[in-house]
């Protein structure tokens, strides 16, 4: 998100863009800096990520304390205020990814006759978040709150495929904790099944988690975050479909519903 502002920063005072406010997007700038910190910042932090003169950052960090949109912490460092918590809850209550998917899922999974799932990960496995089966019963009957591995699952592999490197990290250290054994076998696995992803747009399980599950899995697109928070599968018995058939038939449309969702 900072660097995306800085480039607006950039192109407006190029183009001379009277409409362009400049000092409420170098506030913004300033409020983006926490981005995924988790920590606060010090006022030499914030001029450094944002590149702005430290009179410049003086100035906004005092407007943004005066509205609550920043907060002083004792040691002299800074975090984001309770206004900023509030704006950020609203925007989070207009933007539930679970819920919007809800009903396009449920259309698909009938339409298709296939069973439809979204997850996220958590501490090294995959989360189902909403799940809508198919007529037909699976080996394994996952449901909201069940969680898969991620190395053998296709809606694993496809969260990884899709993840940035802040996100592999955690999902290493999460994977570390869980099977310390196994890491460093799944994580190569994980590598090689992302190529697969990268050549294909989807990635595939063919038995690998149970042997009578056939599944191709997307990644999908969290606008609020700006990143890849979420995969979706579409799940079938393996004795009732041959792979080409599946793949062809519901990767196309599997993708197109990850979209759908995304732009929601």
């Not at 607006?8 to 406010?21: L, W």
């Not at 506030?27 to 988790?38: A, D, V």
């Not at 709150?145 to 899709?162: M, W």
Request: net charge positive; proline share 3%; glycine share 4%.
């Amino acid at each position: 998100m900072l660097k995306t502002i800085l480039q607006q920063i950039d192109k407006a005072e190029h183009d001379n863009d009277r409409q362009f406010i400049t000092a409420l997007a170098r506030g913004l700038s300033l409020l983006s800096t926490f981005e995924n910190s988790g920590i606060t910042l010090t006022h030499q932090a914030i001029c450094e990520r944002t590149g702005l003169p430290k009179a410049t950052v003086s100035r906004l960090i005092y407007t943004l304390l005066k509205t609550e949109f920043l907060a002083a912490d004792r040691d002299g460092g800074y975090r984001l205020g309770m206004a900023s918590i509030q704006l950020s809850a609203t925007a989070w209550a207009q933007y539930d990814l679970t819920r919007t998917a809800q009903p396009l899922m449920a259309a698909f999974a009938a339409e298709n006759q296939v069973s439809v799932s979204l997850a996220k990960e958590e501490m090294g496995e995959m989360l189902y978040l909403a799940s809508f089966r198919s007529p037909a019963r699976l080996a394994v009957q996952l449901m909201v709150g069940s969680k898969v591995p991620i190395a053998q699952t296709a809606i694993g592999r496809a969260f990884f495929a899709v993840s940035d490197a802040l996100q592999r990290e955690a999902i290493g250290r999460n994977m570390q904790t869980v099977m310390p054994a196994q890491f460093e076998q799944q994580w190569q696995l994980l590598l090689q099944q992302s190529e697969f992803f990268r050549q294909h747009g989807y990635s595939l399980s063919n038995g690998d988690f149970s042997p009578d599950i056939l599944a191709i899995a997307v990644g999908v697109y969290n606008r609020a975050e700006a990143r890849y928070t979420h995969s979706l599968n579409a799940s079938v018995p393996a004795s009732r479909w041959h792979v080409n058939d599946f793949v062809r038939d519901i990767a196309p449309k599997l993708q197109r519903l990850a979209a759908r969702i995304s732009e929601r």
